[in-house]
């Protein structure tokens, strides 16, 4: 082929390519680590508002009752994996403690969820999430009982998702992290978006049909059971990765909602009537 026809072939394309329409911002992101809760009472802010949690437990019908003792149980421990205490300092890092136990083998679960500290009724709450959620991130120490977690989200839309964090036969703190499908719908096409569509629910801790419940029976000397040693999981600073990308815009604030509350709240306009004229 001739230098000229190569010449003309090349203006060509170059020509197509420069008429293309350019999104300069397509595949921009910026990705931000957040703690969602430490455990340690410390809060968690979201757009200069903070969030107190308690958390608590709940689980199926065969929870082993023992007299007074009635499983599960959590407590806040002073305790966390290596990684984790160094960081903290002499204050050292908390976890949540959760003791179980069942009363037969099975498909047996334990939620454990969020409330708000100052909510005294302890009405489950959801924690806020920022952008669009691509990973999930827990330490849990194990004690090698085929058992298994879930996390669980809601979208923008309402719609619960179930996150498999994985198996926690092994020993020991590791820490779970799980990517979350970029196809659940996060942030709002229409806007003014909600800015807080989308949120955690809570765990859930599922014991393996073919495993143990607990960990061990004390027996007095003619046979009777005194007491169920329970199993133990720990749980310890949870965080997410998300993408908080937001394109920029002339009128990007008004897809703010506190921004749209604030302007027709009367500080920013006359009302419906004056603006027809009545």
Known sequence: ?????LR???CIVLANLISLPVFSDAGTVEMESRILDKFDGSPYVVDGEEYHYTWKVA????ATKTGEQAFPVINVITTGPTALTRMAGDTGAKSLG???AFDRTGFNWIDIYPTRTDDADGTPAEIPLLGRTRFLDVWVWGSN?????????RDNRGVMHVIPMGSLRYTGWKNLRSAVPTGIPMVSNVIPRSTHSTSFVKFRLWTDPKERTYVDIERDKVGKITRIVPFYVYLSQLKVLSDIYETIYDGDELANPKVTTRLWSGAGGDGGAAAQGQ
């Open 1 to 5: 082929m001739r230098t000229g026809n």
């Open 8 to 10: 003309a072939i090349f």
């Open 59 to 62: 689980a199926s019908k065969f």
């Open 98 to 100: 959760i003791q179980g």
């Open 145 to 153: 009982l085929n058992y298994r977690l879930e996390a669980y989200i």
